[in-house]
């Protein structure tokens, strides 16, 4: 059974770090996609990062980009998201994600984030001003 277990949320003053961590088991990292999410209150949920060990593509969102880095560690079977110089707007609860079919992360966010079959339950993260 496929489980993702995410930690590392806060609370954090604007321009302070965290870094999330996403624990998957009942699988190994090869040709796994993983990806990272986040919905805030009364918005829909969006792409945040991704990691594809099957071709080594690594995307972010245009909000993200410069501030955040996605990494694995695949002997530990874990991805990363640090997140630096965090701003209120990246207050949401942020999920993991696993696709196990090989595919990159281009065409993954292309297809949307239905393509990823396996969620953790999140982690809380909250910028305050």
């Known amino acids: 059974e496929v489980q993702l277990v995410e930690s590392g949320g806060g609370l954090v003053q604007a321009g302070g770090s965290l870094r999330l961590s996403c624990a998957a088991s009942?699988?190994?990292?090869?040709?796994?996609?993983i990806g990272w999410f986040r919905q805030a209150p009364g918005k829909e949920r969006e792409g945040v990062s991704c990691?594809?060990?099957?071709?080594?593509?690594?995307y972010y969102a245009d909000s993200v980009k410069g501030r955040f880095t996605i990494s694995s560690d695949n002997a530990k079977n874990t991805v990363y998201l640090q997140m630096n110089s965090l701003k209120p707007e990246d207050t949401a609860v942020y999920y993991c994600?696993?696709?196990?079919?090989?595919?990159?992360?281009?065409?993954?966010?292309?297809?949307?984030?239905?393509?990823?079959?396996?969620w953790g339950q999140g982690t809380q993260v909250t910028v305050s001003s």
């Open positions: 990691i594809s060990s099957s071709d080594g593509s690594i």
């Open positions: 009942g699988f190994t990292f090869d040709d796994y996609a």
């Open positions: 994600a696993a696709d196990p079919r090989g595919y990159g992360c281009y065409i993954l966010v292309s297809r949307g984030e239905t393509e990823f079959g396996s």
